[in-house]
């Protein structure tokens, strides 16, 4: 799990808190239900406006899910795996794949290509356009919650002008003033505390996750064609080095070593 992720969350949502209970802890004069239909209706609909029904359905719980969940397998352990198995080709040759335990799926299905005995071209072909595939749903993950994070506070500020309107139109109500001009506050206090606290970093978070998998994927992919190549061992532990930083180089090399 992502600890960063929830403890943000959880973090920022404890920050209002805490400022509503020095405030007095009145939280019911923090909720309208005219500024929630506002807000999450509003921002619901023009999200739905950029994007196919198919992607939201898709992008949403794909990106929910990889904001809250670390990457199983880290580039300087798979090079590590990737090592391990070029020794194993190199000694007992591809069928021994087959009995080979691999955490990583995707590294798993390469192993399993290699034991098949697909080609060179076969193997790269569908392994990239998984890579790619998978890229795209997390790329469109990110899109739909940036999407809602830009939608969000503009919401808020149409919450916000009904809000006046409604108090401006009934100044001879005093009755009517209160309820208007907390729908105009709240609406635009949920807009930036959605966008701010949940949509906008999430939106962040994915990216930054879409590219780590996209160095790990690459990464698998030379290591399983520089295998299917039958390159050495060392030889496929030098050339996959390059994908880390140079801090992690070091100490990966003194492993070897």
Known sequence: MDLATGVGLLGGIGVVFTLIMIDGGNFAAYFDKHAV???FGGSVMATI????????AHGLPM??????TMRAVKPHDLIEEITKIADVVRKSGPMALENMEIADP????GARYIADGYDREFIRDTMERDRDNFLMHLDEGSKIYRAFGDCAPAWGMIGTILGMVTMFANMSDPSKLGPAMATALLATLYGALIANLVTLPIADKLHVKLEEEDVS??????GILMIRDQKSPTLVREMLVA????NHRESLTEAAA
């Open 37 to 39: 239909i506002v807000i």
């Open 49 to 56: 406006i950029r994007f196919p029904f198919s992607t939201i």
């Open 63 to 68: 990106g929910l899910r990889y904001a809250f």
């Open 106 to 109: 995707f590294l798993a299905q």
């Open 217 to 222: 994927r690459s990464l698998i992919i030379d």
């Open 243 to 246: 994908y880390l930083p140079h």
